[in-house]
């Protein structure tokens, strides 16, 4: 498995994240484009066609965007949980691609803990 370290690791998945966003938002301008110029005028199988196209593109967009939305926010999650207690320093461990949770060690200090994980309320 790949290593790298914490900030070019969240740096790809930020990267990966907005490539899904922007993904939605080309679906979300084809969705537009296509209700402008089919409109509701027609009738027949073209428009059965064109809704039957609209539909698929509106599941393509939110799947899309809950692509987005997860990538994104484990990204922040991490990045908030990525500070050593012990020593405070920020990001100095390796992260192993495709890991979840991420099992860190401090570089400085050798302190061990888990990021990526929600906290729990309670």
Not at 31 to 43: A, D, H, L, Y
Not at 68 to 84: D, G, H, N, P, V
Request: glycine share 8%; with cysteine.
């Amino acid at each position: 498995m790949q290593h790298l370290k914490f900030t070019r690791w969240h740096e790809r998945q930020l990267f990966m994240s907005f490539a899904w966003l922007v993904s939605c938002l080309m679906c979300g301008f084809l969705f537009v484009t296509i209700i402008e110029f089919v409109g509701v005028n027609f009738s027949g199988i073209f428009s059965i066609l064109s809704i039957f196209a609209l539909y698929l593109i509106g599941i393509a967009i939110i799947e899309l965007f809950r692509r987005f939305w997860m990538r994104f926010s484990f990204a922040q999650t991490c990045a908030t949980q990525a500070t050593c207690r012990s020593c405070g320093s920020y990001g100095a461990f390796e992260v192993r691609v495709g890991a979840r949770p991420i099992y860190a060690r401090c570089q400085n200090c050798d302190h061990h803990w888990i990021i990526g994980q929600s906290k729990k309320r309670g």
